[in-house]
């Protein structure tokens, strides 16, 4: 007998069909004499119908507290229907809300975090033999204000209630059998892997593979809990995510894009010490994530500088800027959201040479021009057009399948 903690994304729960689909499956674990616990995401587009119907009443974007009692309505939609179907098979089921199941977050709205999870109501449902259905994706600050952990949530409170629970298995079901080396509805030959190490994942994740949210994954390493991502419609095993010490390094592991991006460049600044702390301590007071920095060669006492942030912190990052109007000189700022960030990861790349300069001739093969370069021991990323971003994956996933 097992404690098993089971997360089903959105579209595993889409349709009156695939929610008595992952009712089966549940039961199925509970017949073995497992405790069960599952967590649910919103069904199908229900978040993005959300936002869109939050829009319509404030375009410019609606107070971070009300977005939260909005989206976290998606989650009860599904909690209950998942309970509802399991009890019409005949076994007991009980739905909870994020608060109800104990998750208590700090109070940053749209993007909190869990604290603490109160694991005790939990723990009476099991030991009622109860299938416990949990929202994800949301939780209660110290003021009983319902929060949510920002989109893709539901992985992270999924990986928190197994640690929490000291959970035998955390499974992650969703629409594809497993992480691949690249998006596989995008590269029809991206390969599947048995297992990847949590760094590698929170890599891929963190530079756009949204198989798994990569806070989920940094939880999951922290608290070492194993993770395996399959599928919630056919029965074969998936990708293990885990600790992997002697690793056969493969030299790279994946492809990853990530369109939630734009570069920002501040022409004709002053070519004197402390500018760059200047205008990136004044980011910081902002929030601003900068992710990708550049800086030009200084001429005739003046350099640019420009860097990247996530899409939806591009004006935040304006308004820091022009707040430092009289302070700091510069001749114009731009903002260009045409792009894409393309990466590749792999823990073998440290000892290897050339796997840069295979990727920069991947590009150059297919013509795409590369705009901003970064590296780190385990990964490469390239910001271009974000037009060419899926033949950009594809091409670099060619060049090096025979290395994965
Ligand atoms: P869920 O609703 O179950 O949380 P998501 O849409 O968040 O599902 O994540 C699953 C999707 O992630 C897949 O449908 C796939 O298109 C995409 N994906 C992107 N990169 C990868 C990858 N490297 N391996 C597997 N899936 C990937
Ligand atoms: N429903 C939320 C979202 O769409 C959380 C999740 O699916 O994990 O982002
Ligand atoms: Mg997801």
Redesign the pocket.
Known sequence: MALIVK??????VANAERVFNVANRIIEDYKEGNDVIVVV?AQGDTTDDLIEKALEINPTGASKREMDMLLSAGEQISISLLAMAIEKLGFPAKSLLGWQAGFQTDSHHTIARIKNINTERIKNEIAKRNIVIVAGFQGLNKYDDITTLGR?G??TSAVALAAALKADLCQ?????D?????????VPN?R?MDEISYDEMLE?ATL??????NRSVEMAKKYNVELE?LS?LEKKPG?IVKEIVKMEKTLIK???KDNNVARISIVGLQDTPGIAFKLFNKLAQYKVNVDIILQSVGRHGTKDITFTVPKDQALLAKEAIDSLEGSLNFQEVSIDETISKVSIVGAGMESHPGVASKMFEALCDAGINIQMISTSEIKISVLIDVKYADKAVEAIHEAFLNYL
């Open positions: 997360k089903f994304g959105g579209s595993s995401s893709g539901s992985d992650i079901y969703t629409d594809v497993g992480v691949y080396s690249a998006d596989p509805r995008k991206a599947k891929l756009g593979a949204q198989v798994l949210n991502v919630s990708t994946g492809v990853a």
